[in-house]
């Protein structure tokens, strides 16, 4: 992959400006990656699947009239009508508008976690994995100690010990607790870059720190990290449903694709009111598999060498 | 039920994809519903009334119920805490007295009392025909043995709560504090009597006296401190009652096997077993469906909204009754000071007033602006109790003779009012957020807080938030606490203004001192109003309390007073809702309780 990378550099050295015809030519890595990913039926699908789920969600006002945390007691576990396209739930509150605003937070909650342990992550990374030694040490026993630490656990205590749980703090306390995986990969691609010869070159010509970091090493290290950021959202959202389906998530009566879910612990809405469930069950469903081919995609698309599955 | 088949099916794998993919999954903490029992009573014993069925009982067979909840696993009547042991120690043990359904005592193990004539002196006749599980026969030394152990100085220490049983007996304060080993209390006349000496003429002395005794043949050698560690306390095979049914093995925290004992003094159980198992609440209904389980009684019964899928369930008979306690929204009206909180004291006289619930207008605006019907719900797909449950607007059981149902002002949904009431308190939106300011024009947000484990009373807090916020008042409504954590942060803590909580009552005697008075634990609001103290001890200072017509009358000003100054607002009385399998014969429930009689139960052979 590295010696690939080489003509990159190599370009970005290279002043001239009505080189056009040749790049047409020899596409940027960025360009033939992209090219890749669109061939792939099943992420360019899910690009376009998840867009609609964002447009929706984000239209949620326009969609529905209802507010998603207004309750009935009158209007209780009904079945869906041209009022409640799904009916209500067992405090009578809109399913629909649950349904459209509860994926707002549901992939807020995934989008802006996975934001944060990238950030944590790539920084961390960067100054492990480029300074070495005591610091790399240091920052690395760090995050193995993190990595012991079973995950739902944590964030079970945690949430517990808190008084009041809001999107906020559920997304600092997710993105505190993953970042170490993140953190590993960032400093395991920057080791074998350290040792590159532009690397080398670069320094040679009194590049400061940041600028090898930034210019350098993250652009060759994007593959890897982009992929496991957009897996690492889908896994946020489902540790948001299933943290919210026991209990201790985002709490009522906030509407999220997880505690909507937790209506379905009962066996009597199981059996009898499938239109509260299934429909937030198949949002994660397809919201996460989404995610998951275009990580899956950009994977490919990133390093073709691991594509070729015949 | 076939066509719903591939439903359940999708929704296992959901839900079991949903757990798997967030590695290895949390079981839900099965919910705790009843943790807040006052106190338990030994109210099972028999009956010699029996209703006999045309072919009549047989004998023979198991059944078996379910818990959500497993028992902590302290099987000692002195020392047991939750209403989950207290299920268990109501097939293994009696107390002296049993209660009718109007709860008046009548005779169990004691067969007779009778008052001294200056009421301080109760003497008991006990039956010569009651054996303890191991063959020794119940003595009137097993009672004062029992209270010995409760007057005990280690007795506390160890962890006990029962002292007020023995609290009010002659020479409790001097055997407690270890200057004697007298306890002049508790007197065994001979092998079958046995006299309570009280310091006060006792009007509560049946209560008091009724404890489930203990057997002196197993404990007499063992410290009172060491006695809830001690194997008789804990252990399947050597919990040592007077009851129907012993614990024969057990599972811990998944299964409690109870088998006959063939000397029961009202004669051999029909039943041969009966295995309760701890079941989460969600699964019970679908194993009462298809018949591995049979029962589901005490603590919690079914939920309210699955009435119309257990009707539907041709083999299952619904027992409906109502509860005898009462879900509660709470006004902080008062913090425990640092000093007395170090000390573990409540001392009224030292309560700090909390200024945002201190008017009680703005308590009784909250009060009006609550829909407390539309909670209950007029009937079936109704409220969150689906119309199973009733309003009450005091805080004594209805069942008891003390509760008045007039007199007490009633609060109905009236928004207007509410805004009338808060408009008047001077609680007055002035900076137009749509949220009312307090009289001085700042920021008025008050803290609510609840516990999880019943789901409908989770369920009730956003509900009741929202028609807070309509009349204007703002509430910051935090996450629900583990029951576990709760009654510590709602005593130390100084930010709360309102609470949800729930209350099982005892059945030996409307006092409510024990929940509502000034100084109680239990008194989460620091609810101190120095008139309702008054009348409340009134109710129970002889020799006046001696007649039920002047307590009765007592009581029902207490409750006039509770509900003008709110210490909190009562929103409802969830139905019990028992089930239990056709099979399953001679069923009695108690007012409070579906253990009643158990050695009666008996099971149809299954051909019928």
Partial sequence: METKELPKEMKMDNPQGDDNKKIKKGKTPFQLAMGRFMKNKAAVISVVVLLLIIVAVIAAPLITSHDPTESNLRNIEKGPSSEHYLGTDSSGRDTFARMLYGGRVSLIVGFSAMIFTLVIGVILGSIAGYYGGRVDSIIMRFADMMLILPFLVLVLVVVSILPKVTIGIFVAVIALTSWPGLTRIVRGSYLSLREQEFVLGAKAIGARDFRIIFKHFIPNAIGPIVVNATLMMASYIIAESALSFIGFGIPQPTPTWGNMLSEAQSIRILQNNPEAWIPPGLAILVTVLCINFIGDGLRDAFDPKSSKRS | ?608
């Fill in chain 2, 1 to 608: 039920m076939k066509k719903n088949k591939w439903l359940l099916l999708l929704a296992f794998v959901l839900i079991i994809s949903l757990l798997a993919a967030c590695g290895g999954g949390d079981e839900e903490e099965a919910p705790e519903e009843d943790d807040e029992t006052e106190e338990g009573t030994g109210d099972d014993g028999g009956d010699d009334g029996e209703e006999t069925q045309p072919e009549g009982p047989v004998y023979g067979g198991t059944i078996t119920g379910a818990m959500h909840t497993a028992p902590d696993g302290q099987f000692n009547p002195i020392f047991y805490e939750t209403t989950y042991d207290s299920n268990i120690l109501s097939f293994t043990h009696n107390s002296l007295l049993r209660q009718n359904d109007n709860l008046e005592y009548e005779p169990n193990i004691a067969t007779e009392w009778e008052f001294s004539e200056d009421n301080r002196s109760v003497t008991f006749k006990l039956r010569d025909d009651v054996y303890w599980h191991d063959g020794e026969q119940f003595t009137a030394d097993d009672v004062v043995f029992t209270y010995r152990s409760i007057a005990h100085p280690d007795y506390v220490g160890a962890g006990g709560q029962r002292s007020s049983y023995a609290a009010q007996l002659v020479g409790f304060e001097e055997y407690r504090a270890g200057e004697t080993d007298e306890f002049p209390g508790v007197v065994a006349e001979d092998d079958f009597t046995v006299t309570f000496h009280y310091k006060e003429p006792n009007v509560t002395a049946l209560m008091h006296s009724n404890f489930t005794p203990i057997p002196e043949h197993i404990f007499a050698d063992v410290p009172v401190a060491e006695m809830p560690e001690h194997p008789a306390s804990q252990q399947a095979g050597e919990v040592i009652g007077t009851g129907p049914f012993q614990l024969a093995s057990m599972i811990e925290g998944q299964e409690y096997r109870l088998e006959k004992f063939e000397d029961y003094w009202q004669g051999e159980p029909y039943l041969d077993a009966i295995v309760w198992r701890i079941v989460n609440q969600d699964i019970m209904l679908s194993l009462l469906e298809t018949g591995e389980i049979d029962f589901i009684g005490d603590p919690s019964g079914f939920q309210p909204a699955d009435y119309a899928m257990v009707e539907d369930m041709d083999h299952i008979t619904i027992i409906e009754q109502r509860d005898f306690g009462y879900q509660l929204l709470g006004f902080i009206h008062n913090y425990v000071p640092e000093e007395d909180l170090e000390e573990g004291v409540f001392v009224p006289e030292n309560y700090i007033e909390n200024p945002r619930i201190s008017n009680p207008q703005v308590r009784q605006a909250i009060a009006h602006a609550i829909d407390r019907e539309a909670l209950i719900g007029d009937g079936p797909g109704d409220g969150l109790l689906h119309g199973r449950g009733e309003l009450m607007n005091a805080p004594i059981a209805p069942q008891f003779w003390a509760y008045d149902d007039v007199n007490p002002k009633e609060y109905d949904y009236n928004v207007d009012l509410a805004n009338e009431l808060l408009d008047d308190a001077g609680y007055i939106d002035v900076n137009d957020d749509g949220f009312r300011e307090d009289p001085d024009g700042n920021e008025w947000v008050l803290t609510m807080v609840y516990p999880s484990g019943n789901e409908i009373r989770e369920r009730s807090a956003p509900i009741i938030v929202e028609d807070l916020e309509a009349v204007g008042i703002k509430v910051d409504l935090l996450s629900p606490f583990d029951m576990s954590a709760y009654t510590g942060a709602l005593t130390e803590t100084k930010e709360f203004d309102l609470y949800l909580l729930g209350w099982s009552l005892g059945t030996g005697d409307p006092d409510p001192s024990g929940l509502w008075s000034a100084d109680a634990g239990f008194n989460f609001g620091r609810w101190y109003n120095p008139e309702a103290e008054e009348l409340r001890i009134a109710a129970v200072t002889p020799p006046d309390a001696f007649d039920q017509a002047y307590r009765t009358e007592v009581y029902s000003d207490w409750q006039v007073m509770f509900q003008e100054d709110l210490p909190a607002l009562i929103l409802y009385a969830q139905n019990m809702l028992f089930a239990h399998s056709n099979q399953m014969q001679g069923i009695n429930p108690s007012v409070a309780s579906f253990n009643r009689d158990n050695h009666l139960w008996w099971l149809l052979p299954e051909d019928n």
